[in-house]
Nanobody, 115 residues
Framework: QVQLAQSGGGLVQPGGSLRLSCAAS????????IHWFRQPPEKQREWVAQIASNGIAAYADSVKGRFTISRDNANNTVYLQMNSLKPEDSAIYYC?????????WGQGAQVTVAS
């Protein structure tokens, strides 16, 4: 079973940047489609971005042009670079993948955007 370990997050002022990391414990990392989701306070979890095994990325409209998802297959890690952060980006961020029919989630990382 794939395990995802996240790092990054924290408190940043509006307009600032943060980078989240998601490391996967599998030799099949290269073949995985990896997602980032977020859950704002008292709201439902929402999809943020994804990156396919071939490196093709997709983004939610709310983050397009500000967030960049990337992957480092040599280190089994996916990154979410978040720039021009807004207060409405405040949420717990989770990485996610589906492997062998099982959905795996990272432990979550709190991102707070406030002045």
């Amino acid at each position: 079973q794939v395990q995802l370990a996240q790092s990054g997050g924290g408190l940043v002022q509006p307009g600032g940047s943060l980078r989240l990391s998601c490391a996967a414990s599998t030799s099949r990392f290269r073949s995985l489609l990896i997602h980032w989701f977020r859950q704002p306070p008292e709201k439902q979890r929402e999809w943020v971005a994804q990156i396919a095994s071939n490196g093709i990325a997709a983004y939610a409209d709310s983050v397009k042009g500000r967030f960049t998802i990337s992957r480092d297959n040599a280190n089994n890690t996916v990154y979410l670079q978040m720039n021009s952060l807004k207060p409405e980006d405040s949420a717990i961020y989770y990485c996610n993948t589906l492997s062998s029919g099982t959905s795996a989630w990272g432990q979550g990382a709190q991102v707070t955007v406030a002045s």
